[in-house]
């Protein structure tokens, strides 16, 4: 096969997996060297879907002897199969770079024999771009399930961020649906990589640990989803749980029929569920609880959540801490900051708060001074009027998807 | 200090000619109504020469008074290509003489907002050029040409010379006529009234079909979303990704 139809091959076939953030770590070139790294990550290009590219995201093979259900490169389906050299990889690793397409190289693989084997043709890719070409890039690998743990630390020591992917959100849909892999598999990679990161290795994987999950192939609500998330970022210190929207491919009767459109919608709300848990200090079960397990369709979790607990409000910008302004629809991460700091120097009015990036046409509800409107019937005029917002924006075509930076990018979505 | 709408204040263009005007405010007691480096204008013109002892008062004054992070912010709106920085950086700057280094958190008055809009639209420009611009391998260089809203080379060089210390590179802005390049030691921003570079090689053409191969399959089309895509890569950029990299 030419060098261009087995990246093509090899691309398709990692397309799925959504991490591309060249984010986390910082590092300068030497003299003699090629690339650096920036903590804010890079995106080179966005793809026709709109996702950003960040990273040569390929597989080193697609010649997967196990037979998981939800994906392309399952041993029992027929598709063209490949593998690239550890040379190959290299080399067009290198000239991407050099061009300016990409950050780094985010490395994968279907189970090539063995997970060990496979393991170590990714190792030796990457310490030919790490020792030969002299490369300080960003470099992402994904742990090969059930693979020694001599081989995760030798691959942990040469790579930036280190991924190894509970793929689905429960043991059981596990076990129905990935024959070849056991929880232990998926787990015991990610506490490895966890007890190093956590040892605070020198050179071990410094841009830290993410995995990913598998959304709408199987019955899990978003309750569970969301909490398995703060478990993750709990207990293990992931960096990021990336929610992957299936995409249907396969011909099973366990699996949602081929065809059948992705839950856009729904990986939406976790990504906004998922910032509101690590940068508003939200607890999953303020989101979602028992009685209400699903996202609301026409209200983000925030707005939500603010409707759902009028004695929270109006909250007063001009003396509310940090916290509190956190909690109000419309002001973010970047304009609480803001609001805190131009305060000092005057009492904020409606002009002032919108300057400061808050979205009035939210936020008035839920204010008070600062042009808010917040009156004693407001919480349910403003669950009104807020769903009514999200119905037009919906029947508007005008896409949800279209406010959500890219998948996998960093900025935090200012809701 | 007030304004006057009848008389304009011409300079050659450089940042030291800008505290030039600057200065001139102060001898003049007032603000013009333009501080532009154009001179096709009706107005009344009074033009400002550049000196350099009067520059670096104006530095000197705007470092003690007003702190780094001002100037900072006064530099990177002066590399904006609006039409009304001048008058922009000059309120900025008496109105920081007289508050001192809290200016900047002035959020809520109009001139201190204008500046911190102007720095953010240069930053995010600066940002973009360095996500999106291309090089192509030509002669055993990297060459790329780009076309940014703001005069963002200076900002974009260094992340390149850091980046890329062993190649030999030039980046050329058409829009704002100067060349920037590096080779070896030697890092050098140039004014450039304008350059072709020569067709590349097989070896270019084959990484811009890898690339080409691996940006189409990339995308998983049910998800295809074009509004998204031009939100976040806007179609200025296109020009040049087509002759470069194709995307
Ligand atoms: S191990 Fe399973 S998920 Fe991974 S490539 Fe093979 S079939 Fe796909």
Known sequence: MELADKLRVLTESAKYDVACTSSGTDRVCPSDGIGSACSSGLCHAFAGDGRCISLLKILMSNACCYDCAYCVNRVSNDIPRATLTPDEIADITINFYRRNYIEGLFLSSGVIGNPDNTMQLMIKTIELLRYKHKFYGYVHAKAIPGAAEHLIERLGMLVDRMSSNIELPSSDSLRLLAPNKSRDDVLSPMRYISGKLKAKTKGFASAGQSTQMIIGATPESDLQIISLAEGLYGSYGLRRVFYSAYVAVADNSNLPAVGTAPPLLREHRLYQADWLMRYYGFKSYEILDKSRPYFNEYLDPKCNWAVNHPEFFPVDVNRADYERLLRVPGIGVKSARRILTARRYGKLDADALRRLGVVMKRAKYFIEGGGGIAAADSPSRAAAALTAMGRAESAAQLSLFDILPALGQESPIEV | ?247
């Open chain 2, 1 to 247: 200090m007030k304004r006057r709408e009848d008389i304009i204040y011409v300079y050659d263009g450089s940042y030291n000619g800008l505290l030039c005007a600057v200065f001139n405010c102060y001898t003049d007691k007032f603000i013009p109504s333009e501080i532009t480096d154009k001179r096709d204008t009706l107005l009344t013109c009074k033009y400002i020469d550049t000196d350099k002892d009067k520059a670096r008062r104006v530095t000197r004054g705007i470092l003690s008074v007003m702190g780094k992070e001002a100037e900072w912010l006064i530099k990177k709106a002066y590399l904006s290509d609006f039409e009304d920085k001048g008058v922009a950086i000059a309120e900025f700057v008496v109105l920081g003489m007289r508050e001192g280094a809290k200016v900047i958190n002035m959020l809520a008055t109009p001139c201190v907002d204008k500046i911190h809009r102007m720095a953010k639209a240069v930053g995010n420009e600066t940002h973009r050029n360095i996500e999106f611009i291309r090089f192509s391998e030509i002669n055993g260089a990297l060459v790329s040409i780009i076309q940014p809203t703001h005069s963002v080379l200076p900002l974009i060089a260094p992340h390149f010379v850091s980046r890329f210390p062993c190649e030999k590179f030039f980046i050329y802005d058409k829009v704002h006529k100067q060349g920037f390049i590096h080779d070896g030691g030697r890092n050098e921003l140039l004014a450039v009234d304008g350059f072709e570079p020569d067709a590349h090689g097989e070896e270019e053409e084959k990484y811009r079909n890898l690339w080409q191969v691996f940006y189409d399959a990339i995308e998983i089309t049910p998800r295809h979303n074009d509004r998204c895509r031009l939100n976040h890569m806007p179609l200025r950029f296109w020009e040049d990704f087509m002759k470069a990299s194709r995307y």
